[in-house]
């Protein structure tokens, strides 16, 4: 080997040696540094007397009312079950449906109902509605009447089931069936006085002159529409709803003479369409 060369060999040598050497050094310093660092922790830690420990604050207790509630308004599913409550009132009106319309017309009707909320899509009610419905022409005059009408009370068992519940405006089918009584009153104007303070006076009144019930089972199905109101912070789970149903009322075919009155026929079954507006939560 040439002098060059061994001069060439030994600085490339030196050269390698240093820059192994700054990176010992370099990897020794972080080393130390952290040893230190963890060594200081450890030594503060160690040297915290018992007198110095202060308890940690306890953490706030949840909202009132918060206990049980998830996701959308509410719906949860947690300790609190009166959350889980559901109520509704609402009155609307009733169209007779099919040959029914040849027994019982055009009326109203009034609903309240309470029940549970099992989850956000389903809700299991039980309701009550009464049904004040005019008689047609044909049976008043058959029982020789000069009015009437038909009076259907029930208490029913009715699943709702939410299609849409996170949304503001929502749709929903229901349905349910139980008991209904049906009453059909016949009546007639009555001579009565009226008296206030200082005088009195002849009057009349429709009187119930005849009538006939029954008692059976029953069955609806239907479905409606939900607005759901914003509340105070935008989580109010009070809903307004529109709602029809097609009802049938298993009442039995009639021949009778109510109280006297003429022969009147009506026909089996009492078949309506409830139209009610509301308010649910």
């Known amino acids: 080997m040439s002098l060059r060369g061994a001069r060439t060999l030994v600085r490339a040598s030196y050269s390698v040696f240093s820059l192994v050497f700054v990176l010992a050094v370099t990897a020794g310093i972080s080393a130390t540094a952290q040893t230190e660092s963890s060594h200081d922790f450890a030594s503060s830690t160690m040297g915290v007397t018992e007198g110095d420990l202060t308890p940690a604050a306890p953490s706030p207790a949840p909202a009132a009312g918060a206990a049980g509630q ?8 947690g300790n609190n079950w009166t959350s889980h ?12 449906a099919g040959d029914s319309s040849d027994d019982i017309t055009w009326g109203g009707n009034f609903t309240a109902g309470g029940g549970y909320r099992f989850n956000k899509y389903l809700s299991m009610l ?46 929903y ?51 409606g529409f939900t607005h759901r109101l914003g509340g105070v912070y935008g989580d109010g789970k009070a809903k307004l709803f529109a709602e029809v149903r097609y009802l049938d009322v298993l009442t039995p075919a009639v021949v009778a003479e109510p109280n006297g009155l003429s022969t009147t026929t009506v026909a089996a079954d009492t078949k309506l369409i409830p139209i009610t507006l509301g308010v649910r939560f």
């Open 85 to 96: 409550l559901a109520f509704e009132g609402g009155g609307g009106a009733n169209a007779p």
């Open 126 to 171: 039980v309701e009550y509605q009464f049904i004040d419905d005019k008689l047609p022409g044909r049976i008043i005059g058959e029982a020789g009447a000069t009015g009437g009408n038909a009076h259907i009370w029930s208490f029913t068992a009715d699943p709702v089931v939410d299609l849409f519940p996170t949304h503001s405006n929502s749709v």
């Open 173 to 223: 089918v229901t349905g349910g069936g139980g008991f209904y009584r049906k009453v059909t009153n016949f009546t007639d104007p009555e001579a009565v006085e009226y008296c206030s303070y200082f005088y009195c006076e002849q009057g009349y009144q429709n009187e119930v002159v005849g009538h006939f019930s029954s008692n059976q089972g029953g069955w609806s199905v239907g479905g």
């Open 70 to 77: 998830s996701g959308h308004y509410g719906y949860g599913s």
